[in-house]
């Protein structure tokens, strides 16, 4: 086929979905896209790319996309929307939410996103300067979703870290600094159909390509397992007890890096005794795991050099995610893995550029202190959890969703809805989110389709570019890169450009800033000294130059990662430190330790025997993102049905065969899933794939696209919480029983 023009940018949401950095190239033909594909030039991905990438075509031009605003015309849930112009929407909004704002006060309305695409900046600009403290992963169960592994990274050493794939380097593998990891510990985490939060999950079969090894720790058989030097089947949720486990072999056979622990870190002798309870044997019987496997994977992990540790979404979701993550974190400070080539390099946006203000002292960046400070004041669960205070400038989810029911202690009127499908995806406990939706004065949701969520209670629609149909710019964690609009469709708009609009409404003062989203996008990139054009012109993407606080490695000798300009990390000793002062202050143990979940066979063991499976939910899939997708024909058909799957030994016992459709239910509900009987699950857990509802059937209430019937999270409580309020959604260690579908309810 002839192109009129090829386009090369940043894919980074709507589209793919995903955490994003791939480099891509879109084809143009009659002013249509016709074809997009990886952009072999770019480090990130050197030239691959994922089904959903490749199917963006059927994404952006679908039939049922939305392409010009909408209002709401019958009663909520009727489906019945009207076209109306952009100006006619974006009056009402202001109007609407002007009066709120002047009747309740700002911080009655929600900003609530989903996951880590390119929202955070747009929605964080819109809340803030429409006076809201309250942006918000509404749903999100304990916000479990990496900030408890942020928090403790922060907490233990001011900074952030990721597996060493040669990713900061435009010369990758063949960076003559690098070294390949030889041990991997792929931990809790599926990194291939996923890419998560940044990285590229094929980073780690480059790496394996090139000699490392696997350690892995789950409790299915992925991709990775099969191919590990250890696979640790582990019981969900207890991740905690391992990693206290591996830390008492590593200490006590004094296989940690003495010189780093004695130079750069503090509190070990505390970590020491603390981690002498977790001996090998007992974390066996909480795990599941054989002690000996404990043991040598300790060793095996310690002993390599270097060594590094790719972990996943689960060990948020653990009770006390934050604690979980906190002993994880120390394997690799242990060891000396930490900012080593090959080991878990310190992750800075590139240059410094805010693309999303991840942390609290972004947010100062960003907006100076005092208004943090004011932030502070009525943003829900600032009060009552120290750590949510003073590490993230997000809304804690349960209290939220509570708020919205006792409007104590002020009420909640309205939700701005962007990138997030609550009732489809995003909340544990589907039932309790559909009703506190349902409360609220008025509801916008930004999207590209409608959705159970857009259904049952959307107000006002607003279309959303596409990334091919958008300007913008990402700095998660390299390379520095832009994402160059190719194509419109219909009158769809891009975050920023509505965001950016809106905020100028509240906030007049804006005007005199920003014009443009261009304008606003070349402020957040002084840092870096480059503007947006300057940056497509080259290319699209900057790597950060070595010697930066954005670029590995060994970044605490140098002094690049304080303030004062010292050697040492970014915490008041200076040090890494094993008994965390932050945790302390918090009011939290400084200290990891292990806690059950909040259902099991050992802390509940009557519900236990009425409920004999641990129900995992979630595992990605590489044709979905979240609930995104499924009315996509190239991606559907590779994953037609919502599933489950069960080990044959279960299957067999209940005369369930492969393919059959079961009930899968629990105290809070029931919900029907399409039987995959296989050996990859342990034969005490099923996996139940989330986000799923069906786009091809009636999306009006009472149906709602299906969701009472499939949806996974309506057997998943919001949790007891966690006691930073980080961590704790119980997404993966729901009891549950199955039965055939055809058997009658008892
Ligand atoms: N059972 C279970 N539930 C889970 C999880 C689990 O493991 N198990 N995981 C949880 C986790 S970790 C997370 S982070 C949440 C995620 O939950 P969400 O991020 O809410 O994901 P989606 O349900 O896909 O909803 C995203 C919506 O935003 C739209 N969209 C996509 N990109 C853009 C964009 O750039 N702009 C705009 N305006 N709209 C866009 C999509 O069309 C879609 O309707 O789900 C959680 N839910
Ligand atoms: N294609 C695609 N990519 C995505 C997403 C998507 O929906 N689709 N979602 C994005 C988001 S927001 C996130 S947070 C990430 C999440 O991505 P991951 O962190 O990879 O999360 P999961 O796929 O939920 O689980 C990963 C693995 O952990 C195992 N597991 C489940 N429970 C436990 C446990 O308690 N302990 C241990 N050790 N293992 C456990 C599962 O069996 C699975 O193999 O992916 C992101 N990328
Ligand atoms: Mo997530």
Same mark, same amino acid.
């Given at each position: 086929m002839e192109y009129d023009k090829v386009v090369t940018t940043t894919a980074w949401?709507?589209?793919?979905?995903?955490?994003g950095g791939c480099g891509v190239k879109l084809y143009i033909k009659d002013g249509k896209v016709v074809k997009a594909e990886g952009d072999?030039?770019?480090?990130?991905?050197?030239g691959r790319a994922c089904p959903r990438l490749l199917a963006l075509t059927q994404y952006m031009y679908h039939?049922?996309?939305?392409?010009y605003p909408l209002k709401r015309?019958?009663?909520?849930?009727?489906?019945k929307f009207e076209r109306i112009s952009w100006e006619e929407a974006l009056d009402t909004i202001e109007a609407k939410l002007g009066k709120i704002k002047e009747e309740?006060?700002?911080?009655?309305v929600l900003f609530c996103q989903g996951t880590g695409r390119d929202i955070g900046g747009p929605i964080s600009f819109l809340a803030y300067s429409y006076g809201s403290p309250n942006w918000i992963q509404l749903g999100l169960a304990g916000h479990s979703c990496y900030t408890p592994r942020l928090g403790a990274m922060m907490a233990t050493y001011g900074d952030y870290s990721v597996l060493d794939?040669?990713?900061?380097?435009?010369?990758?593998?063949?960076?003559?600094?690098y070294k390949v990891p030889q041990?991997?510990?792929?931990?809790?985490?599926?990194?291939?159909p996923g890419c998560p939060d940044? $990285?590229?999950?094929h980073w780690i079969v480059d790496c394996m390509k090139r000699g490392s090894k696997l350690i892995v720790i789950d409790p299915r058989w992925t991709w990775f397992a099969s191919r590990a030097?250890?696979?640790?089947?582990i019981r969900p949720g207890t991740d905690g007890a391992l990693a206290m486990a591996m830390i008492n072999v590593i200490i006590s056979e004094e296989l940690y890096d003495k010189d780093f622990v004695e130079q750069w870190t503090e509190g070990f002798e505390e970590l020491k005794h603390r981690a002498a309870e977790y001996t090998p044997q007992k974390v066996a019987e909480i795990t599941w795991i054989p002690e000996e496997d404990i043991i040598e994977s300790a060793r095996m992990y310690a002993l390599a050099k270097p060594a590094a540790i790719q972990w996943g979404v689960p060990i948020d979701k653990c009770p006390e995610g934050s604690t979980v993550a906190q002993a994880i974190t120390h394997l690799w400070c242990l060891t000396g893995n930490?900012?080593?080539?090959?080991?878990n390099v310190i992750a800075r946006p590139a240059y410094g550029v805010?693309?999303?203000? $991840?942390?609290t002292q972004e947010m100062h960046e960003l907006y100076g202190e005092e208004f943090v400070k004011n932030l502070n004041?009525?943003?829900?669960g600032a009060n009552e959890f120290p750590m949510v205070r003073n590490f993230r400038g997000w809304a804690q989810p349960d209290l939220a969703v509570k708020q919205m029911f006792t409007g104590d202690p002020y009420p909640i009127k309205a939700c701005w809805i962007q990138t997030s499908n609550i009732l489809g995806?995003?909340?544990?406990?589907t039932r309790l989110h559909y009703e506190a939706l349902k409360r609220m004065d008025f509801v916008v949701v930004a999207d590209l389709f409608h959705n159970p969520t857009t259904m049952a209670v959307a107000d006002i629609i607003l279309p959303v570019a596409s990334t091919a149909e958008k300007e913008s710019f990402r700095s998660w964690w390299v390379p520095l890169q832009v994402i160059v609009p190719a194509v419109e469709v219909g009158e769809c708009r891009s975050d920023w450009e509505i965001n950016l609009e809106l905020a100028k409404r509240f906030n007049p003062e804006l005007r005199k800033r920003y014009d443009t989203v261009k304008q606003l996008i070349d402020d957040r990139l002084k840092p870096a000294g480059i503007t947006y054009d300057q940056l497509k012109e080259q290319g699209g993407w900057v790597m950060p130059p070595e010697?930066?606080?954005?670029?590995?490695?060994r970044r605490y000798e140098k002094g690049l990662l304080r303030p004062d300009g010292k050697?040492? $990390?970014?915490t008041t000793s200076g040090k890494v430190e094993f008994a965390s002062k932050s945790y302390q202050d918090w009011g939290l143990d400084p200290l990891p330790y292990y806690s059950e979940p909040?259902?099991?066979?050992?802390?509940?063991p009557e519900l236990f025997k009425k409920y004999p499976l641990v129900m995992v939910t979630g595992?990605?899939?590489?044709? $979905?993102?979240h609930s995104e997708h499924r009315m996509i024909p190239w991606l559907r058909e590779c994953d037609p049905y919502p599933i489950v799957e069960i080990n044959p030994s279960v299957a067999g016992k209940m005369g369930i065969e492969d393919g059959e459709w079961i009930v899968i239910e629990n105290d809070r509900g029931s919900i029907k899933r399409k039987a995959q009987?296989?050996?990859?699950?342990?034969?005490?857990v099923i996996s139940v794939p989330h986000g799923w509802w069906l786009p091809?059937?009636?999306?009006?209430?009472?149906?709602?696209?299906?969701i009472w019937d499939i949806n996974c999270n309506n057997l998943v409580h919001i949790g007891p919480g966690a006691k930073s309020g980080?961590?704790?959604?119980a997404y993966k260690t729901a009891l549950v029983r199955i039965r055939k579908a055809n058997e009658a309810v008892e």
């Amino acid at each position: 086929m002839e192109y009129d023009k090829v386009v090369t940018t940043t894919a980074w949401s709507p589209g793919p979905g995903c955490h994003g950095g791939c480099g891509v190239k879109l084809y143009i033909k009659d002013g249509k896209v016709v074809k997009a594909e990886g952009d072999e030039t770019h480090p990130f991905n050197q030239g691959r790319a994922c089904p959903r990438l490749l199917a963006l075509t059927q994404y952006m031009y679908h039939p049922d996309r939305i392409t010009y605003p909408l209002k709401r015309v019958g009663k909520r849930g009727e489906g019945k929307f009207e076209r109306i112009s952009w100006e006619e929407a974006l009056d009402t909004i202001e109007a609407k939410l002007g009066k709120i704002k002047e009747e309740s006060g700002p911080e009655s309305v929600l900003f609530c996103q989903g996951t880590g695409r390119d929202i955070g900046g747009p929605i964080s600009f819109l809340a803030y300067s429409y006076g809201s403290p309250n942006w918000i992963q509404l749903g999100l169960a304990g916000h479990s979703c990496y900030t408890p592994r942020l928090g403790a990274m922060m907490a233990t050493y001011g900074d952030y870290s990721v597996l060493d794939a040669a990713q900061f380097s435009e010369k990758r593998y063949d960076d003559p600094d690098y070294k390949v990891p030889q041990i991997i510990m792929v931990w809790a985490q599926n990194p291939m159909p996923g890419c998560p939060d940044g $990285f590229f999950g094929h980073w780690i079969v480059d790496c394996m390509k090139r000699g490392s090894k696997l350690i892995v720790i789950d409790p299915r058989w992925t991709w990775f397992a099969s191919r590990a030097e250890k696979f640790l089947q582990i019981r969900p949720g207890t991740d905690g007890a391992l990693a206290m486990a591996m830390i008492n072999v590593i200490i006590s056979e004094e296989l940690y890096d003495k010189d780093f622990v004695e130079q750069w870190t503090e509190g070990f002798e505390e970590l020491k005794h603390r981690a002498a309870e977790y001996t090998p044997q007992k974390v066996a019987e909480i795990t599941w795991i054989p002690e000996e496997d404990i043991i040598e994977s300790a060793r095996m992990y310690a002993l390599a050099k270097p060594a590094a540790i790719q972990w996943g979404v689960p060990i948020d979701k653990c009770p006390e995610g934050s604690t979980v993550a906190q002993a994880i974190t120390h394997l690799w400070c242990l060891t000396g893995n930490l900012d080593v080539p090959g080991g878990n390099v310190i992750a800075r946006p590139a240059y410094g550029v805010t693309t999303y203000p $991840f942390s609290t002292q972004e947010m100062h960046e960003l907006y100076g202190e005092e208004f943090v400070k004011n932030l502070n004041e009525k943003r829900i669960g600032a009060n009552e959890f120290p750590m949510v205070r003073n590490f993230r400038g997000w809304a804690q989810p349960d209290l939220a969703v509570k708020q919205m029911f006792t409007g104590d202690p002020y009420p909640i009127k309205a939700c701005w809805i962007q990138t997030s499908n609550i009732l489809g995806g995003q909340a544990a406990d589907t039932r309790l989110h559909y009703e506190a939706l349902k409360r609220m004065d008025f509801v916008v949701v930004a999207d590209l389709f409608h959705n159970p969520t857009t259904m049952a209670v959307a107000d006002i629609i607003l279309p959303v570019a596409s990334t091919a149909e958008k300007e913008s710019f990402r700095s998660w964690w390299v390379p520095l890169q832009v994402i160059v609009p190719a194509v419109e469709v219909g009158e769809c708009r891009s975050d920023w450009e509505i965001n950016l609009e809106l905020a100028k409404r509240f906030n007049p003062e804006l005007r005199k800033r920003y014009d443009t989203v261009k304008q606003l996008i070349d402020d957040r990139l002084k840092p870096a000294g480059i503007t947006y054009d300057q940056l497509k012109e080259q290319g699209g993407w900057v790597m950060p130059p070595e010697n930066s606080a954005s670029r590995p490695y060994r970044r605490y000798e140098k002094g690049l990662l304080r303030p004062d300009g010292k050697p040492g $990390f970014r915490t008041t000793s200076g040090k890494v430190e094993f008994a965390s002062k932050s945790y302390q202050d918090w009011g939290l143990d400084p200290l990891p330790y292990y806690s059950e979940p909040p259902e099991s066979e050992v802390r509940t063991p009557e519900l236990f025997k009425k409920y004999p499976l641990v129900m995992v939910t979630g595992r990605r899939s590489s044709v $979905f993102f979240h609930s995104e997708h499924r009315m996509i024909p190239w991606l559907r058909e590779c994953d037609p049905y919502p599933i489950v799957e069960i080990n044959p030994s279960v299957a067999g016992k209940m005369g369930i065969e492969d393919g059959e459709w079961i009930v899968i239910e629990n105290d809070r509900g029931s919900i029907k899933r399409k039987a995959q009987v296989t050996p990859i699950v342990h034969p005490k857990v099923i996996s139940v794939p989330h986000g799923w509802w069906l786009p091809e059937e009636d999306g009006r209430e009472p149906n709602l696209y299906g969701i009472w019937d499939i949806n996974c999270n309506n057997l998943v409580h919001i949790g007891p919480g966690a006691k930073s309020g980080y961590g704790g959604g119980a997404y993966k260690t729901a009891l549950v029983r199955i039965r055939k579908a055809n058997e009658a309810v008892e």
